[in-house]
Nanobody
Framework: QVQLAESGGGLVQAGDSLRLSCAAS????????VAWFRQAPGKEREFVAA???????YYADSAKGRFAVSRGNDRNTVYLQMNTLKPEDTAIYSC??????????????????WGQGTQVTASS
């Protein structure tokens, strides 16, 4: 069993940056694909980014060029650096861990473990 906890969300101005963290306990995240999803009010959950076990990143089109996903040296943490935030990035961001095949890496149903989420609000 892996427990995930996100942190780093908050209220920022459009154009600002935030770094989200996803920390695992008691196991490490090194053997899992870790993904970030977000859900805005009244909208479906959507894929944002993922990092595979070789630390190769994958991004939604909306995140390319602005967001960066990475693994921490401690093997227990995955980060999502978000730059040039826009009001449309406002959502609850959740991390998830699983072992999806590459073709399903953007499918939330392929992930076993989820955090509670952290609110990100970018105001205009």
């Amino acid at each position: 069993q892996v427990q995930l906890a996100e942190s780093g969300g908050g209220l920022v101005q459009a154009g600002d940056s935030l770094r989200l963290s996803c920390a695992a306990s008691p196991s490490t995240l090194s053997s899992y694909v870790v993904a970030w999803f977000r859900q805005a009010p009244g909208k479906e959950r959507e894929f944002v980014a993922a990092i595979d076990r070789s630390s190769r990143p994958y991004y939604a089109d909306s995140a390319k060029g602005r967001f960066a996903v990475s693994r921490g040296n401690d093997r227990n943490t995955v980060y999502l650096q978000m730059n040039t935030l826009k009001p449309e990035d406002t959502a609850i961001y959740s991390c998830a861990a699983g072992r999806p095949v590459l073709s399903s890496i953007r499918n939330p149903a392929m992930y076993y473990y989820w955090g509670q989420g952290t609110q990100v609000t970018a105001s205009s």
